[in-house]
């Protein structure tokens, strides 16, 4: 279904995009492998076997300079671009006593700034092939959360700007998000079930309970 599509995927050296990355390319597609560093997309593209199929697209998206290289990597060695997934982030989370300026201006970087910014960059490649973009948000870009106002927020302005862009770039494009719950990821491990003041055990049945099926994605 997706042979010789030309796939870009942020934030695909690990975790929920990796394994984007991985469908992608298990169903024929060129895939474009994002990591912050040149090392961590090296290992990521390690992990899915290597292969002339996958191209490293190294950068940091918190930066619309970032987003600009690595959307320009990706078009060019792939010569042009059909879908762009916007899986990079960061999920830390902080009460609003604590969260002070630049720990606001690095989750809206990482989470908001970037996937706009990777959005617009990627536009006339994706308007040629008249492909899509897919966004990832959150469960809690929709519900919210304590502790996590700054996450939350971010995430939300990710639904609202796909609502938006959706309707501005219509015809020419699609544009979609998904809002995952717990997924056990590294990320989700360090940040929330490893988390050294709740003991792992008590933090993965939390989680469990949480999520109507009983068990983290």
């Known amino acids: 279904m997706f042979n010789d599509k030309r796939i870009l ?36 593209i390690e992990r899915l076997g290597g292969g002339e199929r996958l191209i490293a697209a190294p950068g940091d998206i918190a930066t619309v300079a970032g987003c600009e290289a ?23 989370g902080r ?6 300026e630049a720990f606001y201006d690095w989750t809206m970087n990482a989470n908001l700034k ?34 996590h106002s700054v996450y939350c927020t971010s995430k939300g302005g990710v639904v609202m700007m796909t609502r938006s862009l959706s309707a501005e770039l219509a015809p020419d494009m699609r544009i979609n998000c998904v809002c995952p ?23 993965r049945d939390a989680v469990d309970a949480y999520t109507p099926m009983n068990r983290i994605g």
Do not use: Q
């Not at 792939?78 to 899986?87: F, Y």
């Not at 719950?181 to 709740?198: A, E, F, L, N, Q």
């Open 9 to 44: 995927v942020t934030g695909s050296s690990r975790g929920i995009g990796w394994a984007t990355a991985k469908a992608f390319h298990n169903a024929g597609a060129r895939v474009a492998v994002n990591g912050r560093t040149v090392e961590s997309t090296a290992a990521g």
């Open 70 to 92: 690595v959307v320009g990597i990706a078009v060019d060695a792939l010569g042009g671009l059909d879908v762009l997934v916007n899986s990079a982030g960061v999920g830390k």
């Open 95 to 100: 009460p609003i006593e604590e969260a002070d």
């Open 114 to 147: 970037g996937t706009f910014f990777c959005c617009r960059a990627a536009m006339l490649a994706l308007r040629e092939s008249r492909g899509n973009i897919v966004n990832v948000s959150s469960m809690y870009g929709l519900t919210g959360t304590a502790g």
């Open 181 to 203: 719950g717990y997924i056990d990821t590294d990320m989700v491990r360090r940040d929330w079930i490893d988390k050294t003041d709740d003991p792992a055990a008590t933090m």
